[in-house]
């Protein structure tokens, strides 16, 4: 049985201008001890579909899915207070903003220990034992002194990890990690995106990696999917995607990575991706796509098979080669 | 957290300078001789002019007579009122206790409903509480003191009959104790009826003095509210799957009280101010009845004195509140 499984999940915000499909028709499946990536360009739906599995979205969120169960329980219709027994213990979420993550007011120690207060039964001297033993676990040195500090004195990569050790605090089964190193700098990422790998190996716990960065995708996961105007485009496990991708969108994030680059310039995607006003008819992807023709702005695509990358898009790609062509024209 | 007391504590030094020459020159720069106004009407023969002038110090020079005033004050000297001919001080201090009493349950009055009101409006913003809410303070902090006081007396005193129109004890107690707030000294009196009979003459001073406040208090803490709920640390708390209670009562109304009590030591000067006409209104033996009492006798040694202790009032509480601000956030509290 799978840890987190989400059929066809729908995330509609109403706004002052009518309606807006953030997440359109997203399947997600993630095993126990599963590492995977969600990978897509700004506004592609990555964090608001995350939250909507969280149950953290606005008010102003509608959501809709065919199937949402986390590790056995139907997460849609579960209250607002069972929710919150789940989230924060069996799975919980790291953010892209480590510095304003933090709660300005309260100490790094508390903060954590408040998890803990909330989800076990330890006391005060083992919820500080457990508080230390966490900051140790990712790697934040002094930790009973750094305890004791507030958020406004740490960097953001001891943010990052402090928001680490908070998430992990009651040993959740899964981890979303949203963006976790977009905001810090490139020394630091790297360090921040080893810690949460050989937390997951060590733990054995399943990580969700959101990113809009295939190249931080290659060394770290085992399996991407890849997102695109709230619509999950293509899935792959990563060697197979690199070697062979097969919608057009994903072939053009890996040609736009630098260590690919054929040319001297480095090819870029035109565009950007449609929000709540221009969305286009037919493939979404259509008006940014290269190999798009009348057909794919006419008609929407559907999913390809499993050997295909699961490709949203009629002519998949096989070795940078359209499939499919002859039968549609 | 001590050197950021300290560094308050200095910028007190110029501000009560400034105090102390504006009230100096109060007395002053009144339109006329000082001591003509004082003999009024009936004016004063040439000797008893001097007499008068050296009695007060207005022949000598200026910067003299400044000094001199200084170190009255430094000595706790603040004059002697004009008409009853005791220290203004004394006169100040035996009715602060008034004053304080009012001010310390309006103020607790508006902290009480203002907070939980703005914070509750905030996490419903746009529905009909929050709509209802903020209609009201807008109403609140418009509406004229003394017509909003007069309605409540109209109602509740005249014909409901449930509070008494004025004073701050009923005639058949007399209450003369040691804290000098009439509900504690009736408290601890044991009168019987006493105590009730000093909260029943408190309750609609209390609420027509908080109204202002309590407008204020919930607007900003609304505003404040709102901008907080926004921010990435209330979705971590909402993430670690606490309650709502917990996540805007303490992960964001911590934060949101900041600017509030900010707000909250400014409105000590507006509440002084509003005492003045609320204790007007309802006959509140305090210093805002005395110091429009004092202006109408032409008491102006007694005015100068209470302005001078007034605007210290206000700057010990703004220098209270400097501090707590820098106790709730510990931005400035660990540099
Ligand atoms: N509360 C909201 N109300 C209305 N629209 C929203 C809301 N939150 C997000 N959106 C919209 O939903 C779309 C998807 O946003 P989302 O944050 O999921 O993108 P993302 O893929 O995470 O991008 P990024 O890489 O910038 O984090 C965006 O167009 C965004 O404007
Ligand atoms: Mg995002």
């Known amino acids: 049985m799978p840890l987190l499984e989400i059929r066809n999940l729908s995330v509609e915000f109403s706004t002052t201008s009518g309606k807006f499909r953030a997440v359109d028709g997203i399947d997600v499946t993630v095993e126990p001890n599963d590492l995977m990536a969600i990978v897509g360009e700004s506004g592609s739906g990555k964090s608001v579909s995350m939250l909507a599995v969280m149950g953290l979205l606005p008010w102003t969120a509608t959501i809709t899915a065919d199937v949402m169960a986390f590790n056995g329980h139907d997460l849609r219709d579960m209250t607002a207070k069972q929710r919150r027994r789940i989230i924060g213990r069996d799975m919980s979420m790291i953010f892209q903003e480590p510095m304003s993550s933090l709660n300005p007011c309260f100490t790094v120690g508390f903060q954590i220990k408040e998890s803990l207060k909330k989800h076990t039964d330890l006391d005060r001297k083992g919820r500080q034992n457990r508080a230390i033993e966490l900051m140790q676990l990712v790697g934040i040195p002094a930790p009973e002194k750094r305890l004791n500090a507030f958020p406004h004195q740490l960097s953001g990569g001891m943010s990052q990890r402090a928001m680490i050790a908070m998430a992990l605090a009651c040993e959740p089964k899964l981890l979303i990690a949203d963006e976790p190193t977009t905001a810090l700098d490139v020394t630091i990422q790297a360090q921040i995106l080893e810690l949460l790998t050989s937390l997951q190996e060590e733990t054995g716990m399943a990580l969700i990696l959101i990113t809009h960065d295939m190249g931080v995708v290659a060394e770290t996961v085992r399996r991407v999917q890849v997102q695109y105007a709230g619509q999950k485009v293509e899935e792959q496990e990563v060697g197979a995607l690199f070697d062979d991708p097969h919608h057009p969108y994903t072939a053009a994030l890996l040609a736009a990575l630098p260590e690919r680059a054929t040319e001297r310039r480095l090819p870029t995607i035109p565009g950007v991706v449609p929000g709540q006003f221009d969305r286009p008819q037919g493939c979404l992807f259509s008006p940014r796509c290269r190999f798009a023709n009348a057909h794919c702005k006419a008609v929407e695509p559907v999913q390809a098979s499993p050997e295909m990358g699961l490709a949203l898009c009629h002519y998949p790609l096989s070795h940078g080669e359209p499939t499919n062509r002859e039968k549609a024209s | ?335």
Not at chain 2, 72 to 82: A, E, M, N, R
């Open chain 2, 1 to 335: 957290m001590l050197r950021f007391v300290l560094s308050r504590l200095l910028t007190f030094v110029p501000t009560f300078f400034g105090v102390t020459l504006v009230s100096f020159a109060f007395i002053r720069l009144l339109p006329g001789d000082p001591i003509q106004l004082l003999a009024g009407e009936r004016g004063v023969s040439e000797a008893r002019y001097n007499e008068l002038a050296e009695q007060f110090g207005f022949d000598a020079p200026i910067w003299k007579q400044y000094i001199d005033y200084l170190i009255g004050i430094f000595q706790g000297d603040l004059g002697t009122s004009f008409v009853t001919k005791r220290p203004v001080l004394d006169e100040f201090m035996a009715l602060f206790p008034a004053t304080l009493e009012l001010s310390i349950c309006a103020i607790t009055l508006a902290i009480l409903i203002g907070i939980p009101a703005g914070v509750i409006a905030a996490v419903n913003r746009g529905k009909f509480f929050d709509q209802a809410l903020m209609t009201t303070a807008l109403v609140g902090y418009s509406m004229p003191i003394f017509w909003w006081a007069l309605l409540l007396i109209i109602v509740f005193s005249s014909g409901l009959g449930w509070t008494p129109v004025s004073g701050r004890m009923s005639l058949m107690y007399f209450i003369d104790g040691p804290t000098g707030f009439m509900t504690i000294d009736a408290l601890l009196s044991g009168e019987e009826g006493a105590f009730k009979s000093a909260v029943s003459h408190l309750i609609l001073p209390t609420i027509v003095l908080a109204t202002i406040p309590l407008a204020i208090i919930a607007r900003q803490t609304r505003s404040a509210m709102l901008e907080v709920l926004g921010e990435d640390y209330v979705r971590t708390a909402r993430a670690k799957g606490l309650a709502p209670l917990r996540v805007n009562g303490m992960h964001a109304l911590r934060n949101a009280l900041i600017p509030v009590v900010t707000v909250i030591g400014l409105s000590v000067g507006t509440l002084l101010a509003g005492a003045i006409l609320t204790e007007t209104i309802f006959s509140w033996p305090g210093i805002g009845k005395w110091m429009v009492d004092s202006i109408f006798r032409r008491d102006y040694q007694a005015v100068q004195g209470g302005l001078l202790i007034i605007a210290v009032i206000v700057m010990i509480v703004n220098l209270t509140v400097d501090i707590l601000y820098g106790l709730i956030n510990p931005k400035i509290r660990n540099r």
